[in-house]
């Protein structure tokens, strides 16, 4: 199933009539008519009127701010909706700022004039240079609210990060795990040092991820790892949830139609961003055997905002397809049922091609969870399977492409969903506002 493009990202366009990379704004076109003029240069120039320079002068320099119209289609909420204004826009539109400027000298507003916590992007600070991709800010949408408006405006003081709600990081004193969270839930993948005799009994080859249920909105991870005791909850929240060799929420896997073929714990580890509001982090998986001689590999990118019970992951794989295939091969996403410890419940839609689960734990403490996986507007839908406890979700790849999905958790015992129905709801509305993104409607400098 091919599906119309989109995502909670917005991504900015040029107006229609722009040729990409040039904009002319009124004062610029007045400024080109008065400074390259048609020969004689001398004489035109001897009838321009000075002042008329200098009033141009004078309004490029009234450029402070640049205003951000933000619209969308739907009739329903859409919560912590991230926007993205690419750092070569704000510089195009700011041309007289200095780049080294852009990261900390930029502060968002809303309409009401009340400060957006914002973050920059630069996936490539190793190399020293201002690589900066795009500044990221959010919006609460109320049902019914199909604009708004925004401004991004100069300063002269340095603008101080805002307090962070994501976190991702590398955590070797626990065996290589890689560990990440929001103001929502919070999740980690196991790494090669559980994969070698320091772990002990614990050793275990396993690329499904973990779950951890929080009831607070602050980061926990660092001081879980340092408390030790997480799988009891004692105020927090708790790991109760047993990933195992299984595909845990999220896990992929190559289905070969009759098994599921599943790599080793990841090789590599990367931190892209790291908040305040988006973390991005990089992970990866060397060759493993994907049936009829071949292997593959994989590049796995998670991009986590606050606000948000489902993280974005983009999946590029790497191999040589079978002689005689058809070029391809179908990659599973699953989710895990923990038949002992609880009563799954599980939802689809193959339409707007998501799947989960609702577990009802028979512990009291560890309460009651819901799961989900949903393919990206651009993935290419393959049905559904079953494999063990992993219920699956399918979509085709060719080498070298990437497939972006969307997995995450929703508990119960922090107060963001009441029943198994909150979370199909949330679900449903994930996947309405994957079908129909918000975009940037207008973006100028004043």
Not at 103 to 108: A, Q
Not at 116 to 121: F, R
């Given at each position: 199933m091919n599906r119309k493009k989109g995502g909670p990202d917005i991504r900015f366009c040029p107006p229609a009539g722009l040729r990409p990379g040039r904009h002319c704004s009124m004062v610029e076109s007045l400024i080109c008519r008065v400074v390259r003029p048609s020969p004689p240069y001398s004489t035109i120039m001897k009838k321009t009127p000075i002042v008329l320079?200098?009033?141009l002068a004078l309004v490029a320099r009234a450029s402070e701010k640049i205003v951000v119209t933000v619209t969308h289609d739907l009739d329903i909420a859409r919560p912590a909706e991230v926007i993205s204004v690419p750092f070569s826009e704000i510089q195009r539109?700011?041309?007289d700022m200095a780049p080294d400027k852009l990261?900390?000298?930029?502060?968002?507003k809303d309409a009401t004039g009340?400060?957006?916590?914002?973050?920059?992007?630069n996936f490539k600070p190793e190399e020293h240079h201002d690589y900066y991709q795009d500044l990221v800010f959010q919006h609460d949408f109320a049902a019914g609210e199909k604009s708004a408006t925004f401004t991004i405006e100069k300063t002269a003081a340095t603008v101080p990060p805002y307090p962070a709600v994501v976190f991702a990081r590398y955590i070797p004193e626990r065996f290589d795990d890689f560990a990440w969270e929001n103001d929502r839930i919070a999740h980690r993948i196991y790494g090669p040092g559980l994969d070698s005799p320091a772990a002990g009994g614990t050793r275990m080859i396993s690329s499904g991820v973990d779950v951890w249920c929080k009831r607070v909105r602050y980061p926990i991870v660092d001081r879980w790892y340092v408390k030790g005791h997480y799988h009891s909850d004692s105020g927090e929240g708790l790991d109760m949830y047993d990933v195992g060799t299984n595909r845990g929420c999220g896990g992929i896997g190559v289905w070969d139609g009759q098994k599921l073929l599943t790599s080793q714990n990841w090789k590599?580890?990367?931190v892209l961003a790291n908040g305040p509001i988006r973390a991005v982090f990089e992970l990866?998986?060397?060759?493993?055997?994907?049936s009829n001689g071949v292997k593959v590999s994989e590049t796995k990118r998670f991009t986590v905002d606050a606000g948000h019970n489902l993280d974005a992951i983009d999946s590029t794989f790497a191999f040589t397809p079978a002689p005689g295939s058809d070029g391809e091969l179908t990659i599973a996403i699953g989710l895990t049922r923990h038949p002992k410890q609880a009563i799954a419940t599980v939802a689809q839609d193959e339409k707007a091609a998501w799947i989960s689960l609702w577990e009802d734990f028979k512990a009291p403490m560890s309460g009651n969870l819901g799961t989900g996986a949903i393919l990206g507007s651009a993935a290419r839908f393959a049905g559904l399977a079953e494999t063990g406890s992993d219920r699956l979700i399918l979509a085709k790849v060719k080498?070298?492409?990437?497939?972006?999905y969307y997995a995450g958790a929703g508990w119960k015992q922090s107060g963001d969903f009441s029943s198994m129905d909150d979370w199909i709801i949330y679900l449903?509305?994930?996947?309405?506002?994957?079908?129909?993104p918000i975009k940037i409607a207008k973006l100028e400098a004043r």
């Open positions: 320079l200098a009033g539109l700011l041309p990261f900390d000298h930029l502060l968002v009340a400060v957006v916590p914002s973050q920059g992007t590599t580890w990367k990866t998986y060397e060759p493993w055997d994907a080498p070298g492409e990437t497939l972006r449903t509305a994930w996947a309405q506002r994957l079908a129909s």
